[in-house]
């Protein structure tokens, strides 16, 4: 059965467990809260385009340790395996702390996704240096050491701050495969200026040892594509008046999720994004011809995405919403 293109208001744990069946989904986006510990606000503009008094909290990125926490991780630890095993090295390593508590909260998340993905799916884990190192143990844990297949770099500049280190000017991506047969549309670079002089142009090249032993570069008659993409992105971020920038603190740009969603989707493929904040890996969907699913807890979100597909593809997106309130006392049960 043709799944619908689905956005779903809620807690996404409780979306996957209740909604998104086993091996139906081609590939998972998602960029979860870093353990930053900071608190994310949007600010609104007034209809000239000035600044705005009014904010709202998009969500707070911080953690801390507490009695739900304990219960969680005792689940995780009695149903035993590889993900037991690295949540108790975890708790002996770091203690109840708030790094916990976010790792805490994404396994079972993790758990879920290895499950609604199909068995040719990838996962594309979007993490900065705070908790990547962690993340990766996990997702070793979750998916199997075996099921590894890229720690992405995607670098950028921004406006350095003064300190006393160098400037973080990348995040990390996580690729990991359900199988050892994924869907793999290989992507090209172009080559630089240099080699096309060398290779009289753009033809394909091959490798041969030249008398001297030396392993030398020729052309051949056949059109190159380019150069097998690298897992060093250098993609900029969104620009402060760029028309695809909304506000959200945590946006990243379409071309990053257009290289990921090309990559490892094919149209008509069933993406899934469980942290969507803005929509950006909806939006993408939409444009190259995939059917999607996002999910995310705040009501700023499904709004803002909601705008966006109405601005984007002039209302004509076909999607369901649920969970949304639709009654007062829909309304009342969501905010308790």
Not at 63 to 77: C, G, I
Not at 292 to 316: E, N, Q
Not at 324 to 329: D, K, Q, R, T
Request: aromatic share 10%.
């Amino acid at each position: 059965m043709e799944m619908d293109n689905t956005l779903y208001y809620g807690d996404n744990l409780d979306v996957l467990r209740q909604h998104i069946d086993s091996d139906s989904v081609d590939l998972v986006y998602l960029d979860p809260p870093f353990k930053s510990n900071q608190n994310y606000n949007v600010l609104f503009k007034e209809q000239d385009g000035s600044r705005a008094a009014s904010q709202i909290l998009a969500f707070e990125d911080t953690w801390t340790w507490n009695q739900e926490d304990e219960v969680v991780f005792s689940d995780l630890v009695t149903t035993g395996g590889r993900v037991s095993d690295v949540m108790r090295a975890f708790r002996t390593f770091l203690g109840p702390c708030d790094m916990l508590a976010y790792l805490v909260m994404m396994a079972p998340r993790l758990i879920e996704l290895r499950r609604v993905l199909k068995s040719t799916g990838s996962i594309y884990l979007h993490c900065d240096p705070t908790a990547s190192h962690y993340l990766k143990l996990l997702m070793d844990a979750v998916f199997g050491v075996e099921s590894f297949r890229n720690e992405i770099i995607w670098c950028y500049k921004r406006w350095p701050s003064k300190q006393d280190n160098f400037q973080q000017m990348h995040d990390v991506i996580l690729r990991y495969s359900k199988s050892k047969k994924v869907i793999w549309n290989q992507l090209y670079e172009d080559f630089t200026e240099q080699t096309k002089k060398r290779i009289k142009g753009g033809m394909k090249i091959e490798h041969i040892v030249g008398e001297s032993g030396k392993i030398l570069i020729r052309p051949t008659k056949e059109k190159s594509p380019g150069v097998a993409m690298c897992d060093y992105w250098n993609i900029p971020m969104i620009a402060g008046q760029a028309k695809e920038r909304l506000g959200y603190p945590t946006q990243k740009p379409e071309s990053l999720l257009e290289r990921i969603i090309s990559t490892s989707s094919n149209p008509g493929d069933v993406v899934l994004d469980p942290f969507c904040g803005c929509g950006t890996t909806i939006a993408v969907a939409q444009k190259l011809g995939r059917r999607w699913i996002g999910i995310d807890i705040t009501h700023l979100a499904i709004t803002l995405i909601k705008s966006r597909l109405m601005d984007t593809f002039s209302g004509v997106v076909q999607y369901k919403v649920i969970g949304e309130p639709v009654s007062i006392p829909d309304a009342a049960e969501l905010a308790s």
